[in-house]
């Protein structure tokens, strides 16, 4: 088993900056996917920004050039830097986890409100 633990979220206005974090614990060996994913009520959970061991990243078209996926393998943790938020991005943020085969690996979830 992982367990993933998220900080970070909260209110922001408009424009503004948050940065998530989430760090991974447990059965940590041969991690390969870390990522974020969102959701709102009613709405199914959708991609974020995930990025594998090697490095490469893949984001949701309406976060490119605004959120910036970070990961550091030696300690299992991986980063959101969200800039330049807006009222769409309003979520629950979810940290991923997988290692080359299933199961994904939740964290617990954490409020991003972006609201003036």
């Known amino acids: 088993q992982v367990q993933l633990v998220e900080s970070g979220g909260g209110l922001v206005q408009p424009g503004g900056s948050l940065r998530l974090s989430c760090a991974a614990s447990?059965?940590?060996?041969?991690?390969?996917?870390m990522g974020w994913y969102r959701q709102t009520p009613g709405n199914q959970r959708e991609l974020v920004a995930t990025?594998?061991?090697?490095?490469?990243?893949n984001y949701a078209d309406s976060v490119k050039g605004r959120f910036t996926i970070s990961r550091d393998n030696a300690k299992n943790t991986v980063d959101l830097q969200m800039n330049n938020l807006k009222p769409e991005d309003t979520a629950v943020y979810y940290c991923?986890?997988?290692?080359?085969?299933?199961?994904?690996?939740w964290g617990q979830g954490t409020q991003v409100t972006v609201s003036s």
């Open positions: 991923l986890a997988r290692k080359l085969m299933p199961p994904n690996y």
């Open positions: 447990g059965s940590i060996s041969s991690i390969y996917v």
């Open positions: 990025m594998i061991r090697s490095g490469t990243t």
